[in-house]
């Protein structure tokens, strides 16, 4: 269910540009892909997790997990795209 709310929220809310934005500020301070992926899902993904917080009914959001795991195959895609 996480996976899917993650890849749906990927998919409408965090467009190229914004990717391309990030992975131009992030290469400044933060040289390698790692850490630009840290930064990346540090920055949205966990938005994502107090939006839906903000939206989910019931016990819900607690059932949400980090969506570090989720992100990783979405961003090499993006990163490698790109």
């Not at 290469?27 to 917080?53: C, D, F, W």
Request: aromatic share 6%; glycine share 4%.
């Amino acid at each position: 269910m996480e996976c899917t709310l993650y890849e749906e929220w990927f998919r409408q809310e965090l467009r190229p540009v914004h990717i391309k934005k990030l992975l131009a500020e992030s290469r400044v301070a933060t040289p390698s892909a790692k850490e630009v992926n840290q930064h990346i899902v540090e920055n949205y993904a966990m938005a994502h997790v107090i939006l839906q917080g903000k939206t989910l009914k019931g016990d819900a959001p607690e059932k949400l997990q980090h969506p570090a795991g989720a992100y990783a195959a979405l961003l090499r895609e993006k990163l490698v795209q790109r």
